[in-house]
């Protein structure tokens, strides 16, 4: 029978154990799978954030000119010009209002005899709004391709003759013209375009390209030199606002279930044979049986007093239960064991 006991005992605490691990990996899952859910809600208000609050850095477009000559024979024709739309996939505007760009081309341009011998000449361009009204104008003067000897030349050609061949490099250089430093959006006549003009008749090109650069400051700055420390700071933040905002709900909602919690009422029972009676509004003690049968004798002169008699036997004691209430309760002893008398005042 002992063995039989201490195995009933043993299997019962391996099923607590066992209910004891189970419980705790349950709560363990729960809180993994909510710190899992609060992480890719901070990860999402992040970038949230950082796509409605970045604009776009940097943005590049191809410049394709064109001209008009007269006559097919002709040596002289129009300027080059290229028209270029700011507007990515046709909708979205390329620029920020309040948020400074730098504006520049990039020309690729042969060493040949004809750029060498061009001298100076200037690059205009011209930013429209929507119907075509000019917004802003700028000029800018320019150089050709750097000047160098003939020898410097052949030396050069010699050097990187190899390379040449092969098509790995060519004979250009690449002219980079600043035509806005610190261009600024019009809020109510936003860019969506710009004209470029090339004022001079015999320049040759072999590709240009319109770079828009943002000039970042402040908060952009940081978001834009350091994504990394940016995104985790940012991420960390709203996870530890969320835990704290969850933790805080958790709290009132424990609080508020403990105020609402119902209050017990205490019941007294008093005993027929107990020589001191419990009271509600304090501790007092039972008169002694000559007062009692005095309290008596009146009480039972005074019916208005007397609240309830009742009449037992010696084999049944009385049992009175008196709930708490806000009337002072006096119980008394009688002088014989057939009547209880009790007066509530």
């Not at 490099?169 to 109510?188: D, H, W």
Request: hydrophobic fraction near 40%.
């Amino acid at each position: 029978l002992g063995v039989g006991a201490l195995v009933q005992r043993v299997q019962d605490a391996g099923r607590q154990l066992l209910l004891r691990l189970w419980q705790g990996a349950l709560q363990l899952a729960l809180l993994m799978l909510l710190l899992t859910l609060l992480l890719w809600v901070a990860a999402f208000l992040y970038g949230s954030f950082y796509y409605s609050y970045m604009p776009t850095p940097s943005y590049s477009a191809p410049v394709h000119f064109f001209y008009r000559c007269v006559r097919c024979d002709s040596a002289i024709c129009s300027f080059p010009r290229a028209n270029i739309s700011l507007l990515q996939d046709g909708q979205k505007q390329v620029m920020t209002y309040g948020q400074p760009y730098r504006i520049s081309l990039h020309l690729d341009m042969p060493e040949s005899p004809a750029n060498q011998n061009l001298g100076m000449f200037m690059v205009k361009m011209s930013c429209y709004s929507h119907g075509g009204k000019v917004i802003s104008t700028s000029a800018r003067s320019t150089c050709c391709i750097t000047a160098s000897s003939s020898l410097l030349q052949s030396v050069g050609t010699l050097l990187f003759s190899p390379l040449l061949l092969t098509g790995v490099t060519e004979q250009k250089q690449v002219v980079t013209i600043e035509l806005f430093s610190a261009y600024r959006e019009n809020a109510y006549l936003p860019t969506v375009g710009v004209v470029v003009e090339l004022q001079s008749q015999r320049v040759q090109i072999y590709s240009a390209v319109l770079l828009v650069h943002a000039h970042f400051t402040g908060i952009r700055y940081v978001l834009y030199q350091f994504p990394g420390l940016s995104a985790l700071l940012g991420v960390a933040s709203n996870f530890g606002f969320l835990s704290l905002l969850i933790l805080l709900s958790s709290a009132q909602f424990s609080w508020r279930r403990f105020v609402s919690a119902p209050v017990h009422t205490h019941t007294h029972t008093h005993l027929y044979g107990l020589t001191e009676m419990e009271s509600i509004s304090g501790d007092e003690n039972v008169p002694d049986a000559q007062s009692t049968d005095e309290q008596g004798t009146g009480s039972a002169g005074q019916g208005s007093e007397v609240e309830t008699t009742s009449s037992v036997s010696e084999e049944t004691p009385c049992d009175v239960n008196v709930e708490e209430t806000d009337a002072a309760v006096f119980c008394s002893s009688p002088p014989r064991p057939e009547e209880v008398n009790c007066i509530i005042s």
